[in-house]
């Protein structure tokens, strides 16, 4: 039979980005990134006025911190701990919204903290990734974990089958953000997460069995 299978985001998930994001923000470009704001694309505000930026500003910025700025993210709590238990019944994929261009660097970003999987990119919803990893890999059961809800929702459409597990690891950012509809629960803390993957992972059960934080409110 084969190995369940996890799908893990890095951003936010694995490793700190926004208050670091903010930082060089303000270090090297005078521009506050609001991260009350809670909707990432008004979080990028001019300084003079308060405007956010446009989008065709803010990309640039987030571009230019993954080609520069990589070696400021530090490790969440618990993530690579809890890699190395999971991985001894599951396999892992690191599947991170990051231009192609970038996936080298966020190679050796994860291994250099003790993270070694395998790591594919992805530009836009991750359904269409999980679908065809679940084809290739045919796990015994699989979960996915992501901070944003917009890639819960995504699999939920493409892959209903699959666990999906909400998790955001920046404490200002968790305090602000509302658990994602589409998933099956929000956990924060690898320290408690690990506990809730492996028991999807080993259950022999579709996702389906199970509501979602959407129709269990």
């Not at 923000?25 to 003079?48: I, K, M, N, P, Q």
């Not at 979960?143 to 459409?157: N, P, T």
């Amino acid at each position: 039979m084969s190995r369940p299978l996890l799908i893990t985001d890095c951003d936010e998930v694995l490793l700190h980005m926004v208050s670091h994001f903010r930082d060089w923000l303000d270090e090297a470009h005078g521009v506050d990134f609001d991260l009350s704001a809670g909707d990432y694309s008004r979080a990028v505000r001019r300084r003079e006025t308060g405007e956010p930026l446009p989008r065709e500003e803010t990309w640039p910025l987030l571009n230019g911190f993954f080609e520069t700025e990589m070696h400021r993210q530090t490790l969440v709590p618990h993530a690579r701990e809890a890699l190395t238990e999971l991985a001894s019944i599951a396999d892992i994929v690191v599947l991170t919204n990051l231009l192609d261009e970038h996936q080298e660097r966020r190679i050796a970003q994860l291994e250099a903290v003790g993270i070694q999987h395998r790591v594919l990119c992805n530009q836009g919803g991750k359904g269409t990734p999980v679908v065809q990893l679940l084809d290739e890999y045919a796990p015994s059961a699989a979960v996915f974990v992501d901070d944003l809800a917009l890639h819960h929702a995504s699999v939920e459409k493409a892959a209903p089958q699959v666990f999906r597990l909400h998790m955001v690891a920046e404490p200002e950012l968790a305090a602000i953000m509302p658990p994602a509809p589409a998933a099956h629960a929000r956990i924060d803390d690898w320290a408690d997460a690990k506990g809730w993957i492996r028991a999807r992972l080993t259950s022999g059960l579709d996702a389906r069995t199970l509501p979602m934080i959407g129709e269990s409110a």
